[in-house]
């Protein structure tokens, strides 16, 4: 058997969230990884550890926390996440050659799942292609904050045959998407809901979804624009941090092409 890394998917922040599989991928690992840093970090690390306290059984599995540097703001955006993610990668690489050997089981907790606005695979590639550590990998589904914001809202993500774009708050920040008139927004840090014109339009915002910090607004743009704008705020003041997500939907201005 080699060495074989499993990035494990937890949930965006309800400990309830993790999936059977990933409870037992959890306690399938040798070492568990923990990445730490920043406030935020440190909320998401605290997570990450009760996970393990509440699910891990296997009295042998290791957990190893380790720092994760800081992108750099200079220079282009993709290039400064390329460096960052090649810069992960050498310390995956170094870590997994220090805490263990090449028969055992790596697990990664990835937050919400890995397939969404998360870099783990792509990382893992990298390790892969520098060729000092050889191993199997397998991807653990798990809950994503966009599942957890639509449960708290209790609404469908899309219309009736209707697409959905996915998409951050700088790109909706420079206009909407084209084709569809349905966008969940995640990664929004200039609060790109208040440059939307069409004030009529719906949101159904949620922040710190399936945490005890959790608050959610809803209503029609123009009514409630201002109230999340502060809501953040003030909420980002006394926690020190936030992460928020959203569905904007406005009225079929693309009805005549379906
Ligand atoms: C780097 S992405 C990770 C997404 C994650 N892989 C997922 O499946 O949800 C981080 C963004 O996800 C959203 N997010 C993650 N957890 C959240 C939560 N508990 N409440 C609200 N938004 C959350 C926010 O938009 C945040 O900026």
């Known amino acids: 058997m080699s060495r074989t890394i499993l990035i494990i998917g937890i949930g965006a922040g309800n400990p309830e969230h993790i999936t059977v599989q990933a409870i037992n991928a959890l306690n399938r690992a040798d070492v568990l990884l923990i990445p730490t840093k920043g406030e935020e970090k440190s909320f998401l690390a605290d997570m990450r550890r009760d996970i393990c306290e509440r699910y891990l059984t296997n009295g042998d599995t290791r957990v190893h926390d380790y720092a994760v540097p800081k992108r750099r703001a200079d220079g282009s955006y993709d290039d400064g ?9 050498k310390i995956y690489e170094e870590l997994i050659l220090e805490v263990s050997t090449d028969r055992e089981v790596i697990g990664l907790l990835v937050w919400g799942d890995p397939m969404l606005y998360d870099s783990t695979i792509r990382i893992v590639d990298h390790v892969r292609a520098n060729g000092r550590v050889a191993f199997d990998l397998e991807v653990i589904p798990g809950i994503t904050s966009i599942q957890a914001l639509c449960a708290s809202q209790q609404i469908a993500l ?7 774009e996915i998409t951050t708050g700088r790109r909706l920040s420079a206009g909407w998407p084209e084709g569809v008139d349905d966008v969940v927004v995640m990664l929004d ?21 399936g945490t005890e910090l959790e608050v959610t607004l809803s209503g029609r743009l123009g009514d409630v624009a201002e109230q999340i704008s502060e ?3 003030q909420a980002r003041e006394k926690n020190g941090w936030i992460m928020d997500t959203y569905l904007i939907r406005r009225a079929r201005a693309t009805e005549s092409e379906t």
């Not at 996440?81 to 990668?89: E, G, K, N, P, T």
């Not at 899309?158 to 697409?163: E, K």
């Open 81 to 89: 996440v390329q460096d960052w993610h090649h810069a992960i990668a």
């Open 158 to 164: 899309n219309r009736i045959g209707l697409p959905v």
């Open 189 to 209: 840090g200039v609060e790109a809901f208040r440059s939307i014109e069409d004030r009529d339009a719906q949101i159904y915002w949620g922040a710190y979804l």
């Open 231 to 233: 809501t953040r705020h």
